[in-house]
């Protein structure tokens, strides 16, 4: 573009105000700046204007090569895209002309997030919208990016390979395969170019792109009364082996010795923590990358969040029987069930239902809740020792111990256990409702008590 082209966009577009909405002025290379190139970038391509303001009057920029080449370095880097760059200088002064071509195929991102042209104005796209864009096209696991193949890790490639050839599912051949032509083979490279799913699985440092792309760990005394604060980061099995770590030493572990040698007891079975973090992390909402995985370990219970509900088709009831899976990043979800860590098949709630169960602990509980995901996980807060901390007599603590073992009972067993009148096992047994350790069941000769199993 020379001066007089310059001049004549100025003056058109001064003249029509906001009747191009394919040109921007920018004074100077600030967030609108970048914001107005994703925009264009994203709609129907477009020219922004560094070093004019909005009356249509040149104001100049740095006449030297070394701004100009960290404005170019700054698109390419915060942006990913390669425009067309131009310097015209008028009148002594100097501004920057930014060719933008649309982005038909991949969406564009400044900054983690995903801008629009509205008419002539740059509007930050709703989740909503994102989506609608983005389904027409491709898993956000399988959207190319522009980062250089030096960003993966070729260790982390390695280990992976390892792993899924001593569980037998990749051939042993895979160990001498060239890593370009492993990822080609696994949809993480496509034409050249790496996937969002490659940088998050195999990245140097995943959260340089993706900030949010993590996970949170906490460790509460009470709602509001934080005890400890620590962050997973990583690529994705980084991530996996620093949240489960994090989160022994949030569990509390108790002996327990049936026969002549002592058995560690968790206060959760550590295959279904290990799969609830799992599928945290493969089936979380990828296109929202505002948010992050949350796990926070009360007293009580954990409560893992990832951000995104399910996937159409799917209901909360589904996850606690046989289901479809219905796979929201195929391509992470494949490179984790190689590696060993997890099935396709949809089965990853059916094995948390399986294990608690195993250990003698409440299902763990399934919500869709503030936009997103939850597991909630029950600790076992009927055993001896929390149940004399709660101030109970021994009678009760028997009682409680017995509906355990039994999954019931009633108040002739109470009275027969305790020694007591009919009136005053019905006292204890109301305290024990009262304290919501019991729950009443039935009317008449079905009348009993059973556990009430979760506790928040």
């Given at each position: 573009?020379?001066?007089?082209?310059?001049?004549?966009?100025?003056a058109?577009?001064?003249a029509?105000?906001?009747?191009?909405?394919?040109?921007?002025?920018?004074?100077?290379?600030d967030?609108?700046?970048?914001?107005?190139?994703?925009?264009?970038?994203?709609?129907?391509?477009?020219?922004?204007?560094?070093?004019?303001?909005?009356?249509?009057?040149?104001?100049?920029?740095?006449?030297?090569?070394?701004?100009?080449?960290?404005?170019?370095?700054?698109?390419?880097?915060?942006?990913?895209?390669?425009?067309?760059?131009?310097?015209?200088?008028?009148?002594?002064?100097?501004?920057?002309?930014?060719?933008?071509d649309?982005?038909?195929?991949?969406?564009?991102?400044?900054?983690?997030?995903?801008?629009?042209?509205?008419?002539?104005?740059?509007?930050r796209?709703?989740?909503?919208?994102?989506?609608?864009?983005?389904?027409?096209?491709?898993?956000?696991?399988?959207?190319?990016?522009?980062?250089p193949?030096?960003?993966?890790?070729?260790?982390?490639?390695?280990?992976?390979?390892?792993?899924?050839?001593?569980?037998?599912?990749?051939?042993?051949?895979?160990?001498?395969?060239?890593?370009?032509?492993?990822?080609?083979?696994l949809?993480l490279?496509?034409?050249?170019?790496?996937?969002?799913?490659?940088?998050?699985?195999?990245?140097?440092?995943?959260?340089?792109?993706?900030?949010?792309?993590?996970?949170?760990?906490?460790?509460?005394?009470?709602a509001?009364e934080?005890?400890?604060?620590?962050?997973?980061?990583?690529?994705?099995?980084?991530?996996?082996?620093?949240?489960?770590?994090?989160?022994?030493?949030?569990?509390?572990?108790?002996?327990?010795?049936e026969?002549?040698?002592?058995?560690?007891?968790?206060?959760?079975?550590?295959?279904?923590?290990?799969?609830?973090?799992?599928?945290?992390?493969?089936?979380?909402?990828?296109?929202?990358?505002?948010?992050?995985?949350?796990i926070?370990?009360?007293?009580d219970?954990?409560?893992i969040?990832?951000?995104?509900?399910?996937?159409?088709?799917?209901?909360?009831?589904?996850?606690?029987?046989?289901?479809?899976?219905?796979?929201?990043?195929?391509?992470?979800?494949?490179?984790?069930?190689?590696?060993?860590?997890?099935?396709?098949?949809g089965?990853?709630?059916?094995?948390?239902?399986e294990?608690?169960?195993?250990?003698?602990?409440?299902?763990?509980?399934?919500?869709?809740?503030?936009?997103?995901?939850?597991?909630?996980?029950?600790?076992?807060?009927?055993?001896?020792?929390?149940?004399?901390?709660?101030?109970?007599?021994?009678?009760?603590?028997?009682?409680?111990?017995?509906?355990?073992?039994?999954?019931?009972?009633?108040?002739?067993?109470?009275?027969?256990?305790?020694?007591?009148?009919?009136?005053?096992?019905?006292?204890?047994?109301?305290?024990?409702?009262?304290?919501?350790?019991?729950e009443?069941?039935?009317?008449?000769?079905?009348?009993?008590y059973?556990?009430?199993?979760?506790?928040?």
């Amino acid at each position: 573009m020379d001066v007089d082209e310059l001049k004549k966009l100025l003056a058109d577009k001064t003249a029509k105000r906001d009747e191009l909405p394919d040109v921007e002025f920018k004074e100077s290379a600030d967030r609108t700046f970048f914001e107005s190139i994703c925009s264009l970038a994203n709609a129907w391509g477009g020219v922004v204007v560094l070093g004019v303001d909005k009356h249509g009057a040149i104001v100049g920029v740095p006449p030297t090569s070394e701004y100009l080449d960290k404005v170019t370095n700054q698109i390419v880097s915060l942006l990913s895209i390669h425009p067309k760059i131009e310097v015209v200088d008028s009148e002594g002064k100097r501004a920057v002309v930014v060719t933008v071509d649309a982005s038909p195929d991949v969406l564009i991102s400044y900054r983690g997030k995903y801008w629009e042209r509205v008419g002539a104005t740059d509007r930050r796209m709703s989740q909503a919208r994102l989506r609608e864009r983005l389904i027409r096209t491709k898993t956000w696991d399988a959207l190319p990016t522009e980062y250089p193949i030096d960003e993966i890790d070729d260790g982390a490639i390695s280990r992976f390979i390892k792993e899924a050839v001593t569980k037998e599912r990749l051939p042993r051949e895979s160990v001498s395969e060239n890593y370009e032509m492993l990822l080609e083979k696994l949809n993480l490279l496509v034409d050249g170019k790496l996937t969002n799913g490659a940088l998050l699985l195999f990245g140097k440092n995943p959260q340089k792109y993706y900030v949010n792309l993590r996970i949170r760990l906490g460790r509460f005394k009470t709602a509001t009364e934080i005890i400890d604060d620590q962050w997973a980061d990583g690529n994705v099995f980084h991530q996996l082996e620093r949240a489960l770590t994090i989160l022994q030493q949030y569990v509390s572990v108790r002996y327990r010795i049936e026969t002549i040698e002592r058995e560690d007891v968790r206060e959760y079975p550590f295959p279904a923590l290990r799969e609830a973090v799992v599928n945290a992390l493969m089936h979380r909402d990828y296109f929202n990358i505002a948010n992050f995985i949350q796990i926070n370990a009360y007293d009580d219970h954990l409560w893992i969040s990832n951000p995104g509900g399910l996937p159409d088709g799917l209901t909360v009831e589904d996850l606690k029987r046989d289901h479809k899976s219905i796979g929201r990043n195929p391509l992470i979800a494949r490179v984790l069930r190689l590696a060993g860590y997890a099935e396709e098949y949809g089965t990853g709630t059916l094995r948390m239902l399986e294990e608690m169960k195993k250990a003698g602990l409440p299902e763990p509980e399934f919500k869709e809740e503030m936009g997103g995901f939850s597991v909630y996980l029950y600790k076992d807060i009927y055993t001896e020792d929390h149940l004399n901390g709660l101030g109970l007599s021994e009678r009760q603590i028997v009682g409680v111990l017995q509906t355990k073992k039994h999954g019931r009972i009633t108040n002739k067993k109470y009275r027969e256990l305790a020694g007591l009148s009919d009136e005053g096992a019905r006292t204890d047994l109301s305290d024990l409702v009262r304290r919501g350790l019991l729950e009443p069941r039935g009317k008449g000769r079905n009348a009993h008590y059973v556990l009430v199993r979760r506790q928040s």
